[in-house]
């Protein structure tokens, strides 16, 4: 129910958004490594297996 009641407030179109939790640990991850840059925290999140394992993402690409 809950889920439904979230769903009504997103657009049906654009890119899909994080999940809170990968949102916060990203947060996490600027703050200690100096980072104010949305995109370069992207791309360090992109090219380091170190952040891509506290993310909680895979490490082979789909």
């Known amino acids: 129910m809950r889920a ?3 769903h009504s ?8 958004s994080l ?3 990968i949102f ?3 947060l996490l991850v600027g703050h200690v490594k100096s980072i104010t840059s949305g995109r370069k925290l992207l791309e360090l ?3 380091h297996l170190g952040s891509r394992i506290f993310m ?6 789909t």
């Open 4 to 6: 439904e009641r979230v």
């Open 9 to 16: 407030f997103l657009e049906p179109s654009g890119r899909p």
């Open 19 to 21: 999940a809170p939790v």
């Open 24 to 26: 916060v640990k990203l």
């Open 45 to 47: 999140t992109s090219l």
């Open 56 to 61: 909680g993402y895979e490490l082979h690409p």
